[in-house]
């Protein structure tokens, strides 16, 4: 029987009887120390404490506290092994920790912030329109769309939301939003903002529009970004580091770091190996989800995963 938890947030790539698990990538075993950099409803979290056992032990990040406390309550069985720690991934160099033998990250957002309809991430249900994952801080995406310049509109409309036309609707929004004969405020002022303006093509464009106003929000690429910087010195020799991400920009992101990481130094006269890159890649191709799980939970269809892992000695 599913759990009030599993029936909420269904946790991507980790059911093996579907297909590829992120667990045969990143191979946690007794004892490990998990960083958790998304813990979401703590859904990757259970299977990493399962496998760790008693003497592991596992941190879990959150930018966003409710996600946090519910996952919290999920994993209290485990409460001795885990620390969980409300803030943004970006910071995790700030946060003093030593070393882990296994750095997660399950990007974007948990469906628990599709599903509740006060947060803002559906245009479906009325709502203030915020899309912040962390409640505590920052510009809801109300604030953003009133404060943005138009050219800054067209950039986020076209970059995260890949939106084909992008500058006809973020300059269309724009005037709107200046001169007020809309509500913008909450999602359904925006949804038919957005209907008024292109019709029945609304509906295609509506899950772009708020996908990008999210990552903007957020800044989503920013975070990756320091997160990215930051945890090749948190990892330890032979640890694993595996992300799941959403968006092509992410997992684009992604694979050049990991790329960099696992390309070794060459003599530039020889072409000869001068130095052994610190990583090793472990997934060659990009893991993406079966059919069947896409058929159980359509949330996964986009999911890509990319896992490296740190060589013991880099001379
Ligand atoms: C896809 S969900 C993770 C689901 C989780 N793996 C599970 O099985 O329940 C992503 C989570 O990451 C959080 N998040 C997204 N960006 C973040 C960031 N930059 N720092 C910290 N948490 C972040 C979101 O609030 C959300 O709870």
């Not at 033998?101 to 559906?122: C, E, K, P, T, Y």
């Not at 009325?126 to 809801?140: C, E, Q, V």
């Not at 405020?185 to 708020?210: H, M, N, S, W, Y």
């Not at 960099?260 to 052994?276: L, S, Y």
Request: aromatic share 8%; glycine share 6%.
């Amino acid at each position: 029987m599913m759990s009030t938890h599993e029936s909420l947030h269904v946790p991507v790539l980790l059911n093996t009887s579907e297909g590829e698990s992120v667990l045969e990538y990143l191979k946690p075993k007794p004892g490990d120390r998990v960083l958790d950099a998304t813990e979401g409803l703590g859904g990757h979290s259970e299977a990493f404490l399962r496998a760790i056992g008693p003497t592991g032990k596992l941190v879990g990040i959150d930018a966003d506290e409710e996600n946090l406390l519910k996952a919290k309550e999920r994993l209290k069985g485990w409460k001795q092994q885990c620390t969980f720690v409300h803030d943004n991934f970006r910071h995790v160099s700030r946060l003093n920790f030593s070393e882990f033998d296994i750095i997660f990250a399950d990007l974007g957002m948990s469906s628990l912030h599709v599903d509740d309809a006060q947060r803002g991430f559906s245009f479906r249900a009325d709502a203030p329109l915020d899309l912040r994952f962390d409640r505590s801080k920052g510009m809801t995406a109300s604030q953003l769309l009133h404060a943005a310049s138009e050219e800054e509109l067209v950039r986020i409309f076209k970059v995260y939301g890949e939106l084909p036309q992008a500058r006809r609707c973020a300059s269309a929004i724009f005037r709107e939003a200046r001169q007020h004969s809309v509500s913008l405020d909450t999602t359904v002022g925006l949804r038919q903002l957005v209907e008024k303006l292109f019709g029945f093509r609304a509906k295609f464009l509506l899950p772009q529009i708020f996908q990008a106003l999210r990552i903007a929000v957020n800044d989503e690429m920013g975070a990756l970004e320091e997160f990215l910087a930051s945890i090749p010195a948190l990892i330890a020799p032979n640890g694993s580091i595996g992300i799941i991400s959403f968006h092509s920009l992410e997992d684009r992101r992604v694979k050049e770091a990991f790329r960099a990481w696992t390309t070794p130094e060459k003599d530039p006269r020889t072409g000869a190996i001068a130095k052994q890159s610190p990583f090793e890649l472990l997934t060659r191709k990009v893991v993406v989800p079966s059919e069947e799980e896409i058929r159980r939970n359509p949330r996964a269809r986009s999911a890509r995963f990319r896992a490296v892992r740190r060589r013991e000695i880099t001379a």
